[in-house]
């Protein structure tokens, strides 16, 4: 089972990109995710990368901006490349299925 499902707030604002000639978008963007320390109880923060496709991310970059706060329900991918130096690199982000707006309306707008 590959289930991810996190709240947190946009680090930036958005932009929606265009591919196959304008008839499918996508969005990619890093969640700053709340933890707490264990060791001084201080505030930290996890930054998870998401990308979101279609209108899941035609609905996300209309309504959100950074600072907004969004839950999101996702699966796992990962994937690797060689960097310019021949390094074999990893990366993981979350592909968005579902989310929900967490901000009130006045807080959106």
Known sequence: MNTVSIIGRLTRDLE???????????????????????K??????????????NGAAENICKYLKKGSQ????GRLSSSSYTDKDGNKKYSMEVVAEDFKF???KQQVV
Do not use: C, M
């Not at 996508?26 to 264990?38: C, D, E, H, M, Q």
């Not at 001084?40 to 496709?53: H, R, S, T």
């Not at 969004?70 to 329900?73: A, P, Q």
């Open 70 to 73: 969004i839950g999101i329900t």
């Open 102 to 104: 967490l901000d009130n």
């Open 40 to 53: 001084d109880l201080q505030p930290e923060a996890d930054f998870i990368n998401i990308v979101a496709w």
């Open 16 to 38: 929606l990109k265009s591919f196959n000639e304008g008839k499918g978008f996508y969005t990619r963007f890093t969640l700053a995710i709340n933890k707490v320390s264990n």
